[in-house]
Structures are given as C-alpha cells and as structure tokens.
C-alpha cells in the first residue's frame, strides 16, 4: 500500500484521505455494545456475529437467529466500562454507545464504533428493571 501510494498509483481523492480497515475476527463470534449516560455504565448488549457478512450493529433489527432472541443484555467487565467512558470522555459527550468484538489475534477488545446516541433495544424494560427511554430523557432533561 505504501509503495502503491508512493508511486502515485491509488488516488485518494480531493483530500488525500485513505482509511484502511480489516476484518476483526472474533473469539467468540459476538458483538458488544456498552451504553453508557455521562461516564456512567447504562446497560450493555450482545447479539451474535452473522457469518460472512458486515453486520457489526448491535441494534434492533439485526437478526441473525430466525424466530430467536437475536440481541440478550449483559454486563461488562470493569475495564471495558472504564474504556467505554474514556472514549465518551474523548469524543466530548455525555450520551452514547460503544461496540466492539473480542478480537481472536490479540484475545483484547477492539473497539470498532461509538454512535452518539443511544440504540435503545426494545423489550428489555423487565430485565433491566427500568424504563431506558425514561432514563435517557430524564438524564438528557438535567443537561440543560
């Protein structure tokens, strides 16, 4: 890539800028999303990677297990809530989500996509004991 670049043989448009990416391989063909409110742990999600196939959102309508429960709730590990808010803390903002997969080189999380918003999962209110959308707004009403 360097040396094509270099020879000027890949064009990178109007603003030179290139993004190179790789596929991250899974220990344990599972995506997580951490949904945090200030740098506080909200709730977290895991749904099941489809196979050969782009499918790294942990949302609603993402099934990939025909007529079975595609996303279930979690809780993660200290240190992935600690990493979660330090990226909140990086992209300056108070609510948000952040995916990653449990990356089969290193056996480390590799962050992959913060959104910031919440991608409320729906049908979970009696497992979480709460109301996230409450919760949400509620938490949105005391920023202003």
């Known amino acids: 890539l360097l040396a094509a670049l270099a020879a000027g043989n890949i064009d990178l448009g ?3 800028t290139g993004v190179v990416q790789r596929i991250i391989e899974s220990t344990d063909d599972m995506i997580y999303r951490v949904e945090m409110l ?6 977290g999600t895991k ?17 990939v297990e025909p007529g079975g429960a595609t996303i279930a709730l979690f809780t993660p590990s200290p240190d992935i809530i600690s990493a979660a808010a330090r990226i ?14 449990l990356d089969a080189v290193t056996g480390e999380p590799s962050f992959y996509d913060f959104n910031p918003y919440s991608n409320f999962v729906s049908g979970f209110d009696a497992d979480l004991g ?3 959308i409450d919760q949400y707004l509620d ?6």
């Open 14 to 16: 109007i603003d030179s």
């Open 38 to 43: 200030g740098h506080r742990f909200f709730y």
């Open 47 to 63: 749904q099941r990677l489809q196979p050969n196939a782009f499918n790294y959102c942990a949302a609603d309508g993402r099934a």
């Open 88 to 101: 909140m803390a990086a992209a300056d903002t108070q609510v948000g989500g952040v995916e990653y997969i």
């Open 130 to 132: 709460f109301n996230p």
């Open 139 to 144: 938490f949105l009403l005391t920023l202003s």
